[in-house]
């Protein structure tokens, strides 16, 4: 029994990291992908006033929000990729991009947040 446990724990190890693995190095393109994050932000914007209740605008901002987010986070990941230096904070200007875009996404879940708040229910 000891040794099955034994046998198992990498390979039950391995299984959960998996998806991880295959999102790091999926196949997609991160150009076509931020389009589309686009895409799906401007429809998003355009379908708000037609929500019929408060509810369903809430939930509109929250899944532009969400879009937002991946689209920051495939830009970051790109910028990351495309300039490490950027990443290791050694720009001329002496400003860690990385942890600025990090922040704005703070901010954003924030903004909705506060916005919750003042919507009545």
């Known amino acids: 029994m000891k040794r099955i ?15 991880a693995i295959v999102t790091a190095h999926s196949a997609s393109d991160p150009i076509e992908d931020i389009h589309k994050y686009d895409r799906t932000v401007a429809e998003r914007q355009e379908n708000f006033d037609q929500s019929q209740s ?15 987010e991946n689209k920051i986070l495939t830009i970051r990941n790109l910028m990351a990729t495309d300039y490490p230096h950027i990443k290791d904070d050694m720009s001329k200007y002496k400003f860690d991009y990385m ?3 990090d922040n704005i996404l703070v901010q954003l879940k924030k903004t909705l947040t506060q916005a919750e708040k003042l919507l009545p229910r």
């Open 99 to 101: 942890k600025s875009v």
């Open 54 to 68: 408060e509810s369903k605008k809430i939930q509109n901002l929250r899944d532009q929000l969400s879009t937002v």
């Open 5 to 19: 446990k034994h046998l198992l724990k990498p390979t039950l190890t391995s299984l959960a990291l998996l998806p």
